[in-house]
């Protein structure tokens, strides 16, 4: 079947499930693999916990198919004889990786490449990988701030993905994916708890200069508003580096609190300028010039 084509930088859409029931969705994955995952149990059940994992993260890859589809018709269209690079960070026991390529890689090719610190969970995604015989996967020990100087990863990175990585480390796959130059960007931060620190530590200044820092004045304000403001200066710098972002959330708040999907695509009609101007303004507005740092945008 032709992939359905997606006009660089529109707005994205989850592809269609496939199926109305949630059976319907399990069904397209490999029993034994989602047993392996322990989504099923051994004797083909689903418990509560597994049944939101897999719809997170079923889900998520409604999005982000279509966002594979485009980048391979893209590579056709520029003759480059490659397969789609996807690398995922904060992979875990890479849950996203394995069910995206059983439900995309196993029909296009290509190669998903998981990044995770833990060496259990590394050696355990290996063995998995090796036994249902995904030699397109790969499995890398190291930190999300490693990975930009990683020899093992040289080569074109087309789509980088990070589901709940924790505070900062969405910062750095988010770096990875603007010094690689990634087509697609696709995360889904967790706990952030970098900003509400800084927040924190400049209260007293911040609320003689001005009247804005009520928003974050009690200490649970400063915890949310740390975290939204967080995103938004991920959105701002991911527009400034050349990326048209979009935000939605991921699944309904019974499943997750941790729900928010940011989806960004390289296009050159985004206005850089002003989303920079505007990335500058909050920072010195808000008191975090702390963290410049971790927003700076490529040129």
């Known amino acids: 079947m032709k992939a359905a084509k997606l006009r660089a930088g529109s707005p994205v859409k989850p592809a269609p499930a496939g199926g109305d029931g949630f059976d319907a969705q399990l ?86 490449i998981g990044i995770e610190w833990r060496e259990d969970l590394v050696r355990q995604s290996q063995a998995l990988a090796r036994r249902f015989g995904f030699e397109g996967m790969r499995f890398l020990q190291m930190d999300t701030a490693q990975a930009g100087q990683a020899g093992e990863l040289e080569g074109p990175v087309d789509v980088v993905t990070a589901l709940h990585a924790c505070d900062t480390a969405t910062d750095d796959a988010i770096s990875f994916g603007l010094a690689r130059a990634a087509r697609h960007i696709v995360v889904v931060p967790c706990c952030q708890a970098e900003v509400a620190s800084v927040l924190r530590q400049h209260k007293a200044q911040a609320l003689r200069r001005t009247a804005l820092s009520e928003l974050w004045r009690h200490p649970l304000h400063t915890r949310e508003f740390g975290a939204q403001i967080t995103n938004v200066m991920r959105c701002l710098r991911l527009e400034a580096s050349g990326y048209q972002v979009s935000v939605t959330e991921l699944v309904g708040w019974e499943h997750s609190l941790k729900n928010e999907l940011i989806i960004a695509s390289r296009h050159p009609d985004v206005a850089r300028r002003k989303s920079r101007e505007r990335l500058t303004q909050i920072m010195d507005e808000i008191g975090l010039n702390d963290v410049q740092g971790r927003f700076a945008v490529l040129d």
């Open 27 to 112: 069904a397209r994955f490999n029993p034994d693999l989602l047993k392996a995952l322990h989504i099923l149990t051994r004797e083909g059940q689903i418990n509560q916990d597994s049944r939101r994992k897999f719809k997170q993260v079923q889900h998520l890859l409604q999005f982000i198919t279509p966002l594979l589809d485009e980048t391979l018709e893209r590579l056709a269209v520029q003759a480059q004889p490659r397969g789609v690079c996807l690398v995922d960070h904060g992979a875990g026991k890479s849950y996203l990786g394995f069910m995206l390529w059983n439900a995309w890689f196993a029909a296009h090719g290509g190669q998903v």
